[in-house]
Structures are given as structure tokens and as C-alpha cells.
């Protein structure tokens, strides 16, 4: 495993976190307490110090997990938690249909309370404001909040996590302009590359440090699936039109040249991530501990070639010579 610090501060991460929302949130498949508690540990032992969930996985279950995981060791790991919807008082939700958000000071400061209770802590390694939208990026007393934290010894460092879903450019690049972040986590992958090449350029410029999720397109770069792949009946992706497997796997057969150097395609994925240097650690959806000991290695395969990178990128301006594209 190979370590990357979140600029202008000393929290160290590994280039390969672990994503706490598919053993907390049953969109993957359910996992259970054992299981996770079990994919957790295994990941630590593995190397992978990052850990990133939200108050929102499992209504706090993903917080609890990893304070049972971890306990008595909270100094061998880094934690980033995010905080800003209001599910204590809408409990009720479909799939992932968002809950209404609330970035006032008495609830900002009562859901970070709560966070640290439930992991069992008195900091958190890295706060994020969780999809936040331009209404809470203008908000300036949200941010004097995060510095205040920040002096309370409560959070090491803050940022934004973008989305939920692939866009909020806008968003992303006036925080790390306008605003003190210490990182931004984005959806960034080798077949949806927009808008995080841009956000890449401003985190360059403004010496911001990023977190990748959704590495792999919701599994696509795993390079497992075929034309006879279902998910499970609580697998979000089962939602997903047909044309997007259909389409993902016509793109990904002309990826297979990214296995040529000792490297799976899952691994090669990883490595499209981490060959910017802003990005500090990649959250890729780990549910098995097949994919966990595949993902863990991909720091130590080769990187990708300067050749390999721009095939990628004339590959992604034609959009892989496909007429249309499934969005994620």
C-alpha cells in the first residue's frame, strides 16, 4: 500500500480507502454485521487506513460499524464522516431519494455531536459537508463552523463531498476557490471523466486534494460483468436500463489492452485515478473479500504509461466510437 497526505495537513491516507456504504447501506446486496466487521478489519490489515462513511449509511449504522471495528485502535486509522442531511427528523426515504438538507448552526454542530458519539471518538479525521449544493457554499457562517471545529480539536480537516450523482461542478470549483477546504470527494472514472478532469485542473491550481468515488462505474471496471449479469433484487443497479451493460461493455473490451502489465482491469482503474497527483485516495465499492485483496494491491502494479493514458483519452473523446452513452 502506498500513502498520500491531504494537502496542508498531516492526515496521511492510503491511495485505496474502503467505502463504508456498501457494507452499511444494503444498496449492494445486505451485508451483515459479521461480514462487515470482518471486510473492515481485513482491509486494515491489508494496509488501507481510510475509511469514509456518512451519518446518512445505514441511519448512522456505518459510523457504529467502524467504531466497533476499529476499537481500541482509532489512532491506526483516519475516518471522514459527512454531515448535512436532516434524518432525524425525516426519517422517511425512497431508495436513495435525498432527505431535506439543513445547514443551519444548531443542527451542523448537534450532527457532528452525534457523529462522534456514534464512532465512539473525539475528532474526526476529515469532515465533509455532504452533497452540498451552492446554498451551502455561499453559507458563510458553515464554513467559520468547520474552522471552529477545526480549533475545538473536533475535526482534523473539512471539505465537500460533490453530488450525489455525477455533476455540481459549479459547486466543487467555488469551494476550492472561494472556500478553506482541505478536500473535495468526487465521482471520477476512466468512462465518466466529466466533470472531474476540471475539477482536477482546480484542485491543481488551488493545491486542493481530492477523493475519487465510484472508481469503477458502479462495477463496470471491475471487467466481471457480461451480457447474462443481474443484481440482486436490493442491488441498486438493478434499476439501471440494459443499455448501460450493453453499452459499459463494449467500452470496457476496449480497455483490455490495461491488463498487459501484470494488472487486472479493476486494478488498472484504480491506477487511472492516482496517476493525478491530487487525488489523495480512491473509495472503490468493496463488498468481498476477493474484490478487497484485488483493490488493496492495485498501489503496488505498475502506473499507467504515458502511451496508456493517452489511449484512454482518445478512446474517451470518441466515446469508445459509440453513438450514445449511458449515463451512470
Not at 460499524?65 to 464522516?81: K, P
Not at 457554499?137 to 450523482?165: C, H, Q, S, T, W
Not at 465518466?192 to 481530492?210: F, H, K, M
Not at 477523493?211 to 439501471?240: C, I, Q, W
Amino acid at each position: 500500500m502506498r500513502y498520500r497526505r491531504l494537502a496542508g495537513t498531516d492526515v496521511e491516507v492510503s491511495e485505496v480507502g474502503f467505502g463504508v456504504w456498501t457494507v452499511s447501506t444494503g444498496w449492494w446486496g445486505e451485508v451483515d454485521d459479521a461480514r462487515a466487521l470482518a471486510l473492515l478489519r481485513r482491509a486494515h490489515e491489508l494496509g488501507i487506513n481510510y475509511y469514509d462513511t456518512a451519518d446518512t449509511y445505514g441511519s448512522g449504522r456505518g459510523e457504529t460499524i467502524l467504531a466497533e471495528a476499529f476499537r481500541g485502535r482509532r489512532d491506526e486509522v483516519v475516518i471522514s464522516t459527512k454531515i448535512g442531511y436532516d434524518f432525524y427528523n425525516h426519517t422517511e426515504r425512497r431508495g436513495q431519494q435525498e432527505r431535506p438538507q439543513n445547514w443551519s448552526e444548531d443542527f451542523v454542530r448537534f450532527a457532528l455531536e452525534q457523529s462522534l458519539r456514534r464512532l465512539k471518538t473525539d475528532y474526526i479525521d476529515f469532515l465533509q459537508l455532504h452533497n452540498a449544493k451552492m446554498d451551502a457554499i455561499d453559507n458563510d457562517r458553515l464554513f467559520e463552523l468547520m474552522e471552529e471545529f477545526k480549533r475545538e480539536g473536533k475535526i482534523r480537516a473539512y471539505g465537500v463531498a460533490l453530488g450525489p450523482a455525477i455533476g455540481w461542478l459549479e459547486e466543487g470549483v467555488r469551494a476550492m476557490r472561494e472556500r478553506n477546504v482541505d478536500g473535495v470527494q468526487m465521482i471520477y472514472n476512466i468512462l465518466e471523466q466529466d466533470p472531474g478532469r476540471e475539477l482536477i485542473e482546480v484542485a491543481r491550481e488551488t493545491e486542493t486534494s481530492l477523493v475519487v468515488r465510484v472508481p469503477h462505474s458502479s462495477g463496470m471496471l471491475e471487467g466481471k460483468y457480461d451480457e447474462n449479469t443481474t443484481f440482486a433484487e436490493n442491488d441498486h443497479r438493478r434499476h439501471r436500463p440494459r443499455e448501460w451493460l450493453l453499452e459499459g461493455l463494449k467500452k470496457v473490451e476496449q480497455l483490455r489492452f490495461l491488463e498487459e502489465q501484470g494488472r487486472t482491469l479493476g486494478q488498472a482503474a484504480l491506477k487511472f485515478c492516482l496517476a493525478s497527483p491530487e487525488v489523495v485516495s480512491t473509495l472503490p465499492n468493496i463488498y468481498d473479500e476477493e474484490q478487497l485483496e484485488e483493490f488493496a494491491a492495485a498501489p503496488d502494479t505498475p502506473d499507467l504509461t504515458r502511451e496508456e493514458l493517452d489511449r484512454i483519452s482518445e478512446l474517451y473523446a470518441a466515446n469508445f466510437g459509440l453513438e450514445t452513452a449511458a449515463r451512470r
